[in-house]
T-cell receptor
Framework: DAKTTQPPSMDCAEGRAANLPCNHS???????VYWYRQIHSQGPQYIIH???NNETNEMASLIITEDRKSSTLILPHATLRDTAVYYC??????????????FGKGTKLSVKP | NAGVTQTPKFRILKIGQSMTLQCAQD?????MYWYRQDPGMGLKLIYY???????DKGEVPNGYNVSRSTTEDFPLRLELAAPSQTSVYFC?????????????FGPGTRLLVL
């Protein structure tokens, strides 16, 4: 699986958009970009994933650059409950031994009032 | 649906003791995973299973054993607890089909080995 690089920490004001970057310059053509988050030592929570098109769901938007070497997770209106560690993971999209998620250290997002 | 459940939530073991961490899911998922997370670090895969009766090693399997006799349950066994196994253990499951690889995690079991 391709390696990802994320800033160790970011701050965001409550109500503003939080933009979390991720570099994955060695991503392969069949690897997806996944985002998970972990709130205060709870189990990780799936947020969103995509291959090459931008994606949006009820939690967030995922913007992937045209060359797929980087992406940005956008939380449109951050709340205090969005304070968490956010993990960007790239991997092929099937289970078994290829299905395990390789977690780096992620970005610790602090949403401040 | 309860999703993925784990018991116990917290346990203290003495060196050399054994225990089983329980994991169950009610989503009829084929794939199940055990991860461990050390303080300030990401998760590392211990074992995984692609279906009942089938298990395989992950990145850090030493000191652990698993079994998968049913689709729902995936217990993790520690035979001789060591201080290095102090960690938070997460169980996860996924559908296991292409395009449906979202993993759902349990709340975790905190284990302290003294």
């Amino acid at each position: 699986d391709a390696k990802t690089t994320q800033p160790p920490s970011m701050d965001c004001a409550e109500g503003r958009a939080a933009n979390l970057p991720c570099n994955h310059s060695t991503i392969s053509g069949n690897e997806y970009v996944y985002w998970y988050r972990q709130i205060h030592s709870q189990g990780p929570q799936y947020i969103i994933h995509g291959l090459k098109n931008n994606e949006t769901n009820e939690m967030a938007s995922l913007i992937i650059t045209e060359d797929r070497k980087s992406s940005t997770l956008i939380l449109p209106h951050a709340t205090l409950r969005d304070t968490a560690v956010y993990y960007c993971i790239v991997r092929v999209n099937y289970g078994g031994s290829q299905g395990n998620l390789i977690f780096g250290k992620g970005t610790k997002l602090s949403v401040k009032p | 649906n309860a999703g993925v459940t784990q018991t116990p939530k917290f346990r203290i073991l003495k060196i050399g003791q054994s225990m089983t961490l329980q994991c169950a899911q009610d989503m009829n998922h084929n794939y199940m995973y055990w991860y461990r997370q050390d303080p300030g670090m990401g998760l590392k895969l211990i074992y995984y299973s692609v279906g009942a009766g089938i298990t395989d090693k992950g990145e850090v399997p030493n000191g652990y054993n698993v079994s998968r006799s049913t689709t729902e349950d995936f217990p993790l066994r520690l035979e001789l607890a060591a201080p290095s196994q102090t960690s938070v253990y997460f169980c996860a499951s996924s559908q296991g089909r292409a395009g449906q690889e979202t993993q759902y995690f349990g709340p975790g079991t905190r284990l302290l080995v003294l």
